[in-house]
């Protein structure tokens, strides 16, 4: 399976710990896990930050999009 990640970062373009620890225990069930990290900060951040998530989406297909804290859904949507 396929699962994309979406959530706000402890630095530019790294997951908060917690974050990268459910990533790593869905990899371990042979799923692929990749993150998309949120780089702006704020609801305008957040939202402007969905135009980068739906040009990175064209690119490429998941299974499963889990957005990680309120913030996040925001942009996936």
């Known amino acids: 399976m ?3 990640f979406v959530s706000s970062g402890v630095s530019l373009n790294v997951p908060s710990p917690i974050v ?3 990533g790593k ?3 371990n069930e042979h799923n692929l896990v990749e993150f998309f990290t ?3 900060k704020g609801i305008k951040g957040y939202l402007l930050e969905s135009f980068r998530l739906r ?3 064209k690119k490429k297909e998941y299974d499963v ?3 990680h804290y309120g ?3 925001l ?3």
Do not use: F
Request: charge should be positive; avoid cysteine.
């Open 2 to 4: 396929r699962i994309l």
């Open 38 to 40: 949120i780089n702006r």
């Open 20 to 22: 990268l620890a459910q």
């Open 71 to 73: 913030l996040s859904a």
């Open 65 to 67: 999009i889990h957005a």
């Open 75 to 77: 942009t996936v949507l």
């Open 55 to 57: 040009r990175y989406l």
């Open 25 to 27: 225990a869905l990899l």
